[in-house]
């Protein structure tokens, strides 16, 4: 990550096919102080609070699981059919103390693992690695989850004496492999969970972006009969990032230290209390006032985010089947949503093929190789369609289209 933006810093009339940012045009200057006013009058009039009430609970230090938990909820019902208990629903300082919250929590001690399907996004295995819990690889492959290989895994780490405690996950969309989990597997998977003992951490940041007019698949949350599934939810692509508002819906029943048996929620909101105290309630109004403001649907408001990408997806990939014809040993996976594609080339790509390309091709992108903690070389790079425009993106794979055709000719060795 700090390698990505020194790139990005350094050259800064780079066209940057590597960040995973929403689409800055949609910003609206206007937006946030309204949703603030929203909020304030749903605390006045919904929530019957007094005016010194309501100062209260915008200024002061606030609730550790935080002040938005039912609007979430209600979100979640309406736009995912997941109907949680508000008490379930811890707000965090973006999904990364989501993540950061759930490990630790799942860390009890030295023989504790997680399994993450790889390639694994890198606030996982970042947050893993602050809370010295090893990640196991699983096989991702174009279905998303190889569901042998999770199983094996597990089997594998008991074999060793180690505890795998869940498996992390992204169905929809994923970052960067830009795969999803078909329905079909979604329940195998959520059987398997049962079966081996699992929880499963659905991590869903891009779950409303499919491209075209496709409809939804249901979440891991959303047929989680079994309460296998710690949801980490985040409204960084589907309001604005600058809030840093996320959460975790944690409604399992688990024993404390104590021995006294309460919500999975309530004991990250303990970790929480010594992590960040509570999260800004000033953030969360805006957040929430958002909400309030499209009856707590995030997918219709996200419906001019969702036509943009879906434009860019396209023009990214015809842009490279123009670049690339058939015979081409340059090759993409065709995502169904979100903001990335993976691109497959003839040659290893590591930073220092991104330094150059930053520097002499003027285009910037992000090795696969940062998404595999195990520092093997992947012929593999990432683009990433969310924060640019159609004219960027011709510039930016003219650009690459030059940089690989220079690497092909470099790295192939003269016949004879
Ligand atoms: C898969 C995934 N999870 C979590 C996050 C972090 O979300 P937030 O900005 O809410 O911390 C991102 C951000 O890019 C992401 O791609």
Not at 53 to 81: C, M, P, S, W
Not at 122 to 134: E, S
């Amino acid at each position: 990550m700090n390698f990505l933006n020194e790139v990005s810093q350094h050259w800064p009339d780079a066209v940057s096919l590597a960040a995973g940012r929403p689409y800055e045009e949609f910003f609206d200057d206007d937006a946030p102080g309204r949703w603030l006013d929203r909020f304030r009058r749903h605390l006045a009039v919904d929530l019957g609070q007094t005016p010194e009430q309501v100062r209260r609970t915008l200024f002061q230090y606030g609730r550790t699981k935080g002040i938005i938990h039912h609007l979430i909820a209600r979100n979640l019902a309406v736009d995912e059919d997941v109907h949680v208990d508000d008490e379930a629903v811890v707000v965090t300082v973006g999904c990364q103390e989501a993540m950061l919250l759930v490990l630790r929590a799942l860390r009890a001690g030295p023989a504790d693992v997680l399994l993450a399907v790889a390639p694994t996004y890198v606030g996982l295995t970042g947050a893993a690695r602050l809370v010295d819990l090893p990640v196991w690889p699983v096989a991702g492959g174009p279905a998303g989850v190889d569901l042998a290989d999770l199983r094996a895994q597990a089997h594998r780490a008991r074999a060793e004496g180690l505890r795998p405690r869940a498996c992390y996950v992204m169905p929809d969309f994923a970052n960067p492999s830009g795969t999803s989990i078909g329905p079909a597997d979604r329940q195998r998977l959520l059987d398997l969970a049962a079966e081996e003992d699992l929880l499963l951490i659905e991590d869903n940041p891009y779950g409303l972006f499919p491209a075209g007019d496709v409809d939804r698949v249901p979440t891991l949350k959303a047929l989680d009969t079994r309460r296998r599934v710690v949801y980490l939810g985040s409204f960084a692509k589907t309001v604005l990032p600058g809030a840093r508002i996320g959460y975790v819906v944690a409604d399992q029943r688990v024993g404390g230290v104590d021995g006294a048996v309460g919500l999975f929620a309530d004991q990250l909101a303990k970790i929480k209390s010594m992590v960040s105290v509570n999260t800004s309630p000033l953030a969360q109004a805006v957040i929430g006032g958002a909400l309030l403001e499209h009856g707590c649907s995030l997918v219709a408001a996200n419906r001019r985010e969702r036509a943009a990408y879906t434009r860019n997806r396209d023009h990214l990939l015809a842009g490279l089947r123009r670049r690339f014809p058939a015979g081409s040993p340059v090759r993409w996976n065709s995502p169904a949503g979100g903001f990335f594609v993976v691109v497959t080339v003839p040659f290893p790509v590591d930073d220092a093929l991104l330094r150059r390309s930053a520097e002499r091709y003027g285009v910037l992108w992000t090795p696969m190789a940062h998404f595999y903690d195990d520092g093997r070389p992947v012929e593999a790079l990432r683009l990433s369609v969310s924060a640019v425009t159609p004219a960027q993106i011709d510039l930016g794979l003219d650009r690459l289209a030059a940089l690989i055709t220079d690497e092909l000719t470099r790295t192939t060795v003269p016949a004879g």
